[in-house]
Every structure is written in structure tokens, then in C-alpha cells.
T-cell receptor
Framework: NAGVTQTPKFQVLKTGQSMTLQCAQDMNHEYMSWYRQDPGMGLRLIHYSVGAGITDQGEVPNGYNVSRSTTEDFPLRLLSAAPSQTSVYFC?????????????FGPGTRLLVL | LAKTTQPISMDSYEGQEVNITCSHNNIATNDYITWYQQFPSQGPRFIIQGYKTKVTNEVASLFIPADRKSSTLSLPRVSLSDTAVYYCLVGDRTGNMLTFGGGTRLMVKP
């Protein structure tokens, strides 16, 4: 298993641009989530999904969209990038049959918005 | 949202036992308490998880009192490589909205 993979590793955007952060897992995990981590801060939940076709908002969803067309993929889309979205973005998934709090994290995508 | 509170930072020396406490006053009946470790430039890594009383694995112990409004992560005989940020995580009543605490920066000194 490759675990949770994220692409790209690093991205620079200009204000107003849009982009999609990719997240994939090959472990057949139903629950997936996106977090952002600002420098020196903790993780905040952006969106989550309990299975294909189902998504919901987390603590800080504004400015982001998600979709879950397959169990494996959970892309995060920035609609119109703003400097306040400069952060490290982590995707995570949770194995079935275990509490949701059991999460496997990807390596992260570092985003800089100028 | 379930809210968690942790100390911002702690210092220790190699070989000492370190205890980090997290308060989660609004924890729901079906919530588990999970702790993660994060090194710079990496994603968080699962350490230990529990529901009540005490849980121990090869890395740490987790103590949860009967009221479950707090939990304590215990790291026995820390080494320099344990320098990291430690987060506790609890869910909301549905178990879907997961909220991390602010994290505790542990510095282990020689």
C-alpha cells in the first residue's frame, strides 16, 4: 500500500488563481478529511467525507470545495486563492471498523499564495 | 465542536518521564481520545488511542479518568528524538467532526 499520497508537494499561486490539491489512498478507507496547518499552529478541519458521494464542512470550509466521486480520491479545490490560504494542507483517511479518530496522514502540500 | 485544551509547551531532559494533559470537557459518550506526534515538515503520526481507564503500547501510555473530561499522555524515558509537537484529538457526537487541540511542543534536552 502506498498509504495516503498528496500532490503537489509545493505550489506557489497568485491571488485569484484556482487550483486543485490531490489526495489519494489505496487502503479502501471510507472516511477522508482535509486539514490546514498555518505556521506554528495546530490543524484545522476544512472538509471531510464519510464515503463516496458524501462530503461535509469542517471548521474552516470557506474558500474551498471538495468532491468524492470515488473511495480512493478526495481532491480539495481552491476557488480563488487568497494570501490567507497560505498554509500546509494535510489529507487524512481513517480505516473502516476503527474510530474515526484513528487517522493516517499524507505528507502534506505546502501552498504559498502571493 | 468538541474543544480541547493542552499546554503550549513543555521542556524535559533525556531519560525523564513526560506527562502531557489534554482537557476535553465536552467529550461525548461515544468519543475516543487519540494522540498524535508531529515532527517538522511531516504529517501527524498516530501514537495511542483510548476510551477509558488506561491504555499502554510500546511507545506511550494513556490515562483517562472516569469522567473522561481529560486525558494524560505519558512518554516514559524520553530521548532527543521525542522532541516534537503532540496533539490530542476528539470527535463530535457523530464522530465525524474531528477537532485537534492546539498541540504541545515538547523539547527534550540532553
Amino acid at each position: 500500500n502506498a498509504g495516503v499520497t498528496q500532490t503537489p508537494k509545493f505550489q506557489v499561486l497568485k491571488t485569484g488563481q484556482s487550483m486543485t490539491l490531490q489526495c489519494a489512498q489505496d487502503m479502501n478507507h471510507e472516511y477522508m478529511s482535509w486539514y490546514r496547518q498555518d505556521p506554528g499552529m495546530g490543524l484545522r478541519l476544512i472538509h471531510y467525507s464519510v464515503g463516496a458521494g458524501i462530503t461535509d464542512q469542517g471548521e474552516v470550509p470557506n474558500g474551498y470545495n471538495v468532491s468524492r466521486s470515488t473511495t480512493e480520491d478526495f481532491p480539495l479545490r481552491l476557488l480563488s486563492a487568497a494570501p490567507s490560504q497560505t498554509s500546509v494542507y494535510f489529507c487524512a483517511s481513517s480505516p473502516p471498523g476503527q474510530p474515526r479518530e484513528t487517522q493516517y496522514f499524507g505528507p502534506g502540500t505546502r501552498l504559498l499564495v502571493l | 465542536l468538541a474543544k480541547t485544551t493542552q499546554p503550549i509547551s513543555m521542556d524535559s531532559y533525556e531519560g525523564q518521564e513526560v506527562n502531557i494533559t489534554c482537557s476535553h470537557n465536552n467529550i461525548a459518550t461515544n468519543d475516543y481520545i487519540t494522540w498524535y506526534q508531529q515532527f517538522p515538515s511531516q504529517g501527524p503520526r498516530f501514537i495511542i488511542q483510548g476510551y477509558k481507564t488506561k491504555v499502554t503500547n510500546e511507545v506511550a501510555s494513556l490515562f483517562i479518568p472516569a469522567d473522561r473530561k481529560s486525558s494524560t499522555l505519558s512518554l516514559p524515558r524520553v530521548s532527543l528524538s521525542d522532541t516534537a509537537v503532540y496533539y490530542c484529538l476528539v470527535g463530535d457526537r457523530t464522530g465525524n467532526m474531528l477537532t485537534f487541540g492546539g498541540g504541545t511542543r515538547l523539547m527534550v534536552k540532553p
